[in-house]
């Protein structure tokens, strides 16, 4: 185990060179009124993503997919110079990706190529995003894949429940809508709605580019220049945050013939560019595992318990299972809740999810598009892009006094929901708590 933990604490260390070296060599400027964000690689690729900011504010409930549906259309409809085919046709002949997608506050336009087709590569991108054709059978045709794949999810149970969640807490929200649509607003759209729509949201006020290459400065400059020749500026936009706060517990339930329960729980996180942010980051892994172990390990309740941050411009944390014994679960739940706000968690399992999350989170960010990525969603949400290359001294840094008071700051109320069989679960256990109550269904 010992070897295992100064294994880490070297890679950590290594890591931590390589962050201050890009730290100092990454960038930014501004191109005819856009941020363009830098950052110079030594490799041979060119990972290039633009950013249309916004995601699920950028249209009303009933139109939720149409951005969705838009970022797959300038791909797969072609552009007024090249139809579907022969547009993939090029990329494929050099092994370039251009392709775009949507999620709950931006949308993003890749391209991935090697530096010695960069020239045959950009300008297919520049159609793409300036040209698309939004060609009225090739439209029908991704609709058609969209609406299929849709109905394939619903029918899952863990996607099902998300979705659930999603309609219960966000209600009023923004982001009570999903980024996917539903196949009942899919089926009503049509091409040249969604272009209007696309055509809107592709202003500069809405627009971020992000590059990871070797690229010279003025080579990127000029290439952006001509990309934003004709863009409109558009009206202003920022992106909003909205805090979620949960009031008092609540407790809403489908009835399902599932082979086992559904149950997830949603509650409060800090928002991006908050003090505590990183340190609720540390706080819900440590959790995770503690919730693994005691619901399913010592209690045996569910196969994959999960407990995770779900940050963005709505964060929350959350909690699932899938068990066969809801009440059970709640009262393993609310007693592994009261023992850390009570006792906190201890030093050695601060330090070590400290190492285990930086470890991981750069090993994950050693691709040109994972760390085009993490500068596209620390722009977005924090306001600050150089977060992704400070994040180790920012979490070495973080004590076990801010961790745990993190965690007390924010796990409290929560809005549960459940799907599967109404005779299996008692909600007063969801909706009062079951510390100190007489009838514990932990003791049943």
């Known amino acids: 185990m010992k070897k295992y933990i100064f294994a880490l604490i070297v890679a950590a260390a290594a890591l931590n060179i390589q962050s201050a070296s890009a730290q100092t060599d990454a960038y930014e400027m501004m191109v005819n009124g856009v941020k363009v964000i830098v950052q110079p690689t030594k490799n041979d690729?060119?990972?290039?993503?633009?950013?249309?900011?916004?995601?699920?504010?950028?249209?009303?409930?009933?139109?939720?997919?149409?951005?969705?549906?838009?970022?797959?259309?300038l791909t797969e409809c072609g552009t007024e110079k090249h139809d579907k085919n022969s547009f993939k046709n090029a990329l494929d002949k050099v092994s370039a990706q251009v392709y775009g997608y949507a999620s709950k506050d931006y949308a993003v336009v890749r391209m991935n190529c090697l530096a010695g087709d960069f020239d045959a590569v950009w300008p297919l991108y520049v159609e793409a995003l300036t040209q698309p054709k939004f060609d009225a059978t090739e439209f029908a045709r991704i609709k058609n894949v969209a609406i299929a794949r849709l109905q394939s999810q619903n029918s899952q149970p863990d996607n099902a429940i998300d979705n659930f969640a999603d309609s219960i807490a966000f209600a009023g929200r923004d982001y009570v809508k999903d980024p996917s649509g539903t196949p009942a607003i899919l089926a009503k759209?049509?091409?040249?709605?969604?272009?209007?729509?696309?055509?809107?949201?592709?202003?500069?006020?809405?627009?971020?580019?992000?590059?990871?290459?070797?690229?010279?400065?003025?080579?990127?400059?000029?290439?952006?220049?001509?990309?934003?020749?004709?863009?409109?500026?558009?009206?202003?936009?920022?992106?909003?945050k909205s805090f979620f706060r949960v009031y008092k517990n609540s407790f809403n339930a489908e009835t399902k013939a599932l082979a086992t329960n559904y149950v997830e729980g949603v509650t409060s996180g800090p928002q991006p560019g908050a003090k505590d942010f990183d340190a609720f980051m540390v706080a819900m892994r440590i959790f995770a595992n503690r919730h693994f172990v005691d619901v399913r390990t010592k209690n045996g309740l569910s196969y994959a318990p999960q407990a995770w941050f779900s940050a963005g411009a709505t964060s929350?944390?959350?909690?699932?299972?899938?068990?066969?014994?809801?009440?059970?679960?709640?009262?393993?739940?609310?007693?592994?809740?009261?023992?850390?706000?009570?006792?906190?968690?201890?030093?050695?399992?601060?330090?070590?999810?400290?190492?285990?999350?930086?470890?991981?989170?750069?090993?994950?960010?050693?691709?040109?598009?994972?760390?085009a990525s993490s500068i596209v969603s620390n722009e977005v949400l924090h306001g600050n892009w150089k977060r992704s290359l400070t994040m180790v001294d920012d979490v070495k840094k973080l004590t076990l006094a801010q961790v745990n008071n993190a965690f007390r700051n924010y796990i409290g109320n929560t809005v549960w929901v459940y799907q599967g069989d109404p005779k299996k679960v008692t909600p007063v256990y969801f909706i009062n708590g079951t510390l100190k109550k007489g009838d514990n269904p932990v003791s049943h």
Do not use: C, W
Not at 58 to 69: D, F, M, Q, R, T
Not at 340 to 367: P, Q, R
């Open 45 to 73: 690729i060119v990972e290039i993503q633009t950013v249309i900011k916004g995601g699920v504010q950028n249209y009303p409930v009933n139109k939720a997919g149409i951005e969705s549906l838009a970022m797959s259309a």
């Open 189 to 240: 759209l049509t091409p040249a709605e969604t272009k209007a729509y696309y055509n809107s949201v592709f202003t500069k006020s809405h627009l971020l580019i992000v590059v990871v290459s070797n690229l010279d400065k003025s080579t990127i400059e000029s290439k952006v220049k001509g990309l934003l020749g004709d863009v409109k500026q558009g009206q202003p936009f920022a992106l909003k």
């Open 316 to 371: 929350t944390a959350r909690v699932s299972v899938t068990t066969t014994d809801p009440n059970k679960y709640i009262a393993v739940f609310d007693k592994l809740v009261d023992s850390i706000k009570t006792k906190g968690f201890d030093a050695e399992e601060v330090a070590n999810m400290k190492i285990t999350y930086l470890t991981g989170f750069y090993y994950k960010n050693e691709t040109n598009s994972a760390q």
